[in-house]
């Protein structure tokens, strides 16, 4: 049966590529469990990405059937806290709260806080929630708590004024989830229009906007179509400037200025580094 015609054009929005939800069977998962949902829920998302493309219904229903009996988004929530839980020391927003310290205490003589959007959030209780100079938003597809606003951040409606935007947008193992290349080019370009880029509210107190970016490692040091100099082209295409950067054997952790004006460029996808045990991480910018 053929699908609508609208389905081939669902490249913008998080939930368009949201998977069936159902509850997690098991409350605890092992290490190397929790690493074989999460890769195994994003290699069912690129498949499922695909099947929309090429109008396959019979093909998405089979890859629906598989993520329900895989846990759906909500096991793949359940690994992605485990993952960053304190018992395993996963907490991103620790590296980027530490990043920040500088100019947190700048705020300790005033009343103001730098307001920071979370997308994809998992808690209420990790360090940039913990701290006090820190006015978090927290948003997620399937949010599981209390303090967590169901909400797809492509979705939300384009700031009007400075009182919308935000001084800090953590995209923490975000843009990885978004299935396809052109879609993570959009998340990007979407996050310079939520930076806020006047002082705070009744203060001389001026902060550059930062985006916080945390990528799987072999997205950026594995795969065919993107390259550390490939992500900075694209960074600073949109005006961003690199200020932090960390890497562990799993992780990217990167911290961006917004300090430029945003340049016409764009990006195609294009082997940069040829090989057969490659991935197929791509960012696309139209």
């Known amino acids: 049966m053929a699908s609508r015609r609208s389905q081939t054009k669902k490249t913008k929005l998080l939930s368009h590529s949201r998977p069936p939800t159902v509850r997690a069977k098991h409350a605890t998962l092992s290490s190397k469990a929790t690493r074989n949902l999460i890769r195994g829920h994003h290699r069912l998302l690129k498949n499922r990405a695909q099947a929309l493309k090429a109008n396959d219904n019979i093909l998405l229903e089979r890859i629906d059937t598989q993520i329900r009996e895989n846990g759906g988004l909500e096991g793949y929530q359940l690994a992605s806290r485990l993952g960053q839980?304190?018992?395993?020391?996963?907490?991103?927003?620790?590296?980027?709260?530490?990043?920040?310290?500088?100019?947190?205490?700048?705020?300790?003589?005033?009343?103001?806080?730098l307001r920071m959007l979370e997308v994809g959030a998992l808690s209420t209780k990790n360090a940039c929630s913990m701290n006090r100079f820190l006015d978090v938003t927290r948003i997620d597809l399937n949010s599981q708590e209390p303090g967590i606003l169901r909400q797809d951040f492509m979705e939300m409606p384009l700031p009007q004024n400075s009182a919308d935007q935000f001084h800090i947008i953590s995209l923490s193992l975000v843009l990885n989830y978004v299935p396809d290349a052109i879609g993570r080019g959009e998340m990007l370009k979407r996050c310079v229009a939520f930076l806020r880029k006047s002082p705070?509210?009744?203060?001389?107190?001026?902060?550059?906007?930062?985006?916080?970016?945390?990528?799987?490692?072999?997205?950026?040091?594995?795969?065919?179509?993107?390259?550390?100099?490939?992500?900075?082209?694209?960074?600073?295409?949109?005006?961003?400037?690199?200020?932090?950067?960390?890497?562990?054997?799993?992780?990217?952790?990167?911290?961006?200025?917004?300090?430029?004006?945003?340049?016409?460029?764009?990006?195609?996808?294009?082997?940069?580094?040829?090989?057969?045990?490659?991935?197929?991480f791509a960012i696309v910018v139209k």
Not at 90 to 111: A, M
Not at 231 to 249: A, Y
Request: proline share 4%.
């Open 200 to 280: 705070l509210s009744g203060s001389s107190f001026h902060i550059t906007p930062r985006l916080f970016l945390v990528l799987p490692v072999a997205c950026v040091k594995n795969s065919r179509y993107l390259t550390g100099c490939r992500l900075q082209d694209i960074m600073s295409s949109m005006g961003f400037v690199l200020e932090k950067s960390k890497e562990t054997s799993k992780l990217i952790f990167q911290l961006w200025e917004h300090s430029q004006e945003l340049q016409s460029t764009s990006f195609k996808k294009e082997v940069l580094r040829p090989g057969k045990m490659k991935n197929n």
């Open 85 to 113: 839980s304190l018992e395993r020391g996963g907490d991103s927003s620790k590296v980027l709260v530490g990043w920040l310290g500088p100019q947190l205490l700048r705020l300790q003589d005033t009343q103001s806080k």
